[in-house]
């Protein structure tokens, strides 16, 4: 009622002010809780049923013959409606005589209906003294209507530009990461580089280490050789030289050594001429047996022969048997005057 | 792989923001009311093959029990995630201070073959800090990481051994390995192993050669290290010649190697296209030639030309071990003769950019004009 009089003031205090496309109207409260319960009171202000303006100006004119006949038709149509939706609503038949309509399940698995409803105890508990799980990754729900706008590209931000320090984090951290991974590896090169070039240094000296003593080694032995060979040529020397004074000394002392001994062999008697001794001692058994024997003759022609006999013996030999035959010689001579003496 | 992960974490975050807000409106239940689960969609860096690492202070504990967890994925994930905390320094002090290594060695015997792989890998990454290395001697891991050596899957093998040759490079670590009497099957090993395994045994042999080669002599290396000379692969080669160089550094180790004649095999190395082939042959000859018979050796197979053209060469280490070899041969007096003529090549040396070689060179001129 309220807006058609309000209409109706309208278009009788100003005619052609206003004009719209849609009448206003107030809105209803929005309830956010319940939405079946009508609505008690709105905004004063906008309240349709508030009397506004004039109220002493009110109720003068007669409404508008025109006016009445549209909201007949108004009327009229929207019982129209309602009997068309109601006609359409399809109805089942009537029930025959003596039955009765029963609501009936038709699906496949019937379901038990009734007032107890089904329930089931679910206990959960957490294990005693697990560990405190990690925090799920926790970002709150959204509450609240979607709305959606139609945003035009470059309106909202710059991508180019917001996206920078986005970016710089995110390839920061893979870098740093990276880095670590490369400085570990670098490390370790490093160090094996280090250890290369000390090994090399080592070995190196290691041997020149080596190669010294065992110049050292050798210069030692051939000089303890040389030594010993000198040690040795000077001790030989020293015999030699003892060897040639002992000798000297010897043949000094024997010089006259031999001399001194013959010369007192012969004192001794022990050199003797043996046919002189031998006639020596013939000229004994001579005597002897001349004063034994009668013919002394005889017996001096035999020796005189066998003095010639033994000189043809003799004759060939060496000088010593020359002495021998001197001695026969002597005998002969002496032989004679004995012969004829007798 | 680290650098992988961090990459397709920071696009996925990137784009997941926006389709958080496209599915939060396609979902119904979430229209209108706040929920406790955000998204149906995980966060993007959960690995399922990994365990969930604890916050703070907790994370090595807990994983230190997971890790003696009858559950076979229990034990993997743990490793998984503990490979990765390894990497710095500061968790590893704190794992040997936990007692991480006991559980570790237990975990060396297990049946399962990725349990075993990563456990390795683990002890490797350890051994590559300082702090990891005095853990492994304090804790004896080394014998322990020695029951592994005849495990029939190859990761396991190559991670030990990897973890034996960054041990080798420490002295006490070396000293570690020796005591364990580890020389002797490692070289045998070299006869049996992959080549990949077989570079780094000859590493480790190396490092602990230093220490005392009498034991690996009287395993018969230096015949087997003979035939890894002659070997296809460059690597191979240049790291047998310098366990030959380490071998042949005591007098037994000199005797041997010229009783098994490999001085001619290291003259025919002098000329091969490597430099580290050619300089750690080089170095082998240098110390074989200390002993006289040695000398005689190299001068019957003809070293000397070899040795003067490498003396020009690129590599300073070459040029070193090349005037050094030369010095030995020069106190032969066949050598001295020889060399006599080239004397000026040594004295173009003498200003070498590095220091070491410049003095070999003035070393190498006094030895070859002395008079005796």
């Known amino acids: 009622m309220l807006p058609a009089r309000n209409q109706e003031a309208m278009a009788a205090a100003a005619s052609g002010t206003y004009s719209y496309c849609s009448r206003p109207r107030a809105l209803p409260a929005r309830r956010r809780y319940r939405e079946e319960e009508p609505v008690r009171y709105a905004n004063l202000m906008y309240d349709r049923r508030v009397v506004r303006g004039n109220t002493y100006a009110l109720h003068t004119a007669q409404p508008d013959p025109l006016e009445i006949q549209r909201q007949r038709e108004a009327h009229r149509k929207a019982l129209a409606r309602k009997r068309a939706k109601e006609q359409h609503q399809s109805r089942t038949p009537e029930p025959v005589e003596g039955r009765k309509h029963v609501d009936v399940q038709t699906e496949l698995y019937l379901e038990e209906l009734g007032d107890r409803i089904i329930e089931v105890d679910v206990e959960c508990q957490t294990d005693a003294f697990l560990d405190r799980p990690p925090t799920p990754l926790f970002i709150p729900a959204k509450t609240g209507r979607d709305v959606a706008t139609q945003i035009e590209e470059g309106e909202l931000f710059d991508f180019d530009i917001e996206v920078k320090p986005m970016l710089e984090v995110l390839i920061g951290k893979i870098i740093e990461q990276a880095l670590l991974e490369v400085m570990e590896e670098e490390e370790l090169a490093n160090l094996r580089a280090h250890q290369y070039a000390y090994e090399e240094l080592r070995n190196a000296e290691l041997a020149e280490v080596q190669r010294l003593e065992e110049q050292e080694r050798r210069h030692r032995e051939e000089k303890e050789r040389r030594k010993n060979q000198q040690s040795q040529l000077l001790q030989k020397q020293k015999e030699t030289s003892e060897k040639i004074a002992a000798r000297a ?55 005189k022969q066998v003095c010639l006999h033994l000189q043809k013996i003799m004759l060939p030999a060496s000088c010593s048997q020359g002495h021998l035959k001197v001695r026969i010689d002597v005998l002969i001579a002496l032989l004679s005057p004995v012969s004829q003496d007798i | 792989s680290c650098f992988l992960g961090s990459l397709s974490l920071a696009l996925s975050e990137s784009d ?357």
């Open chain 2, 16 to 372: 997941s923001w926006g389709v958080f807000s496209e599915q939060r409106e396609s979902i119904p239940q979430y229209r209108g009311m706040a929920h406790a689960r955000i998204s149906a969609k995980l966060p993007p860096d959960i690995d399922p093959t990994k365990a969930a690492i604890a916050f703070g202070e907790r994370a090595l504990p807990k994983l230190n029990e997971e890790l003696q967890s009858p559950e076979l994925l229990t034990r993997q994930r743990a490793l998984m995630a503990l490979c990765d905390l390894v990497h710095d320094p500061e968790n590893v002090y704190q794992a040997i201070q936990l007692g991480f290594l006991d559980n570790l060695k237990y975990l060396l015997l297990d049946h399962d073959s990725t349990v075993r792989e990563k456990t390795t890998e683990v002890l490797y990454i350890m051994a590559s800090h300082n702090v990891g290395r005095d853990g492994f001697i304090k804790y004896g891991v080394i014998p322990a990481l020695s029951q592994l050596l005849n495990d029939p899957v190859d990761i396991c093998r190559r991670n030990m051994h990897r973890a034996f040759e960054i041990m080798a490079e420490l002295p006490r670590g070396a000293v570690g390995i020796v005591d364990s009497s580890l020389i002797s099957s490692l070289v045998l090993k070299l006869k049996t192993e992959l080549d990949e395994i077989q570079e780094l045994i000859l590493d480790t042999l190396s490092g602990c050669l230093c220490i005392e080669a009498f034991e690996a002599l009287a395993t018969g290396a230096v015949s087997i290290l003979k035939e890894k000379l002659t070997h296809p692969s460059v690597a191979i080669r240049s790291k047998a010649a310098r366990v030959l160089l380490g071998i042949s550094v005591p007098l037994e180790g000199k005797n041997i190697v010229w009783d098994e004649e490999v001085i001619p095999v290291l003259v025919s190395l002098l000329e091969d296209s490597d430099p580290e082939v050619r300089a750690n042959a080089a170095g082998a000859l240098m110390n074989a030639t200390i002993t006289t018979q040695g000398k005689y050796a190299a001068l019957s197979a003809d070293a000397i030309p070899p040795l003067l053209k490498l003396v020009d060469d690129e590599t300073s280490k070459v040029r070193l071990n090349a005037i050094k070899a030369l010095t030995m041969l020069s106190e032969a007096p066949e050598g001295r003769k020889t060399l006599l003529n080239h004397v000026d090549l040594f004295r173009g040396q003498l200003n070498d950019s590095s220091e070491a070689v410049s003095r070999a060179a003035k070393i190498a001129i006094k030895v070859i004009e002395w008079k005796p």
């Open chain 1, 249 to 303: 000394f010897a043949q000094r002392y024997l010089a006259d050594l031999i001399p001194s001994v013959f010369s007192s062999l012969r004192d001794s008697g022990y050199f003797y001429d043996p046919v002189e001794r031998g006639l020596y001692y013939f000229s004994f058994f001579f005597t002897g047996t001349c004063k034994s024997t009668q013919s002394y003759f005889l017996f001096s022609q035999s020796l």
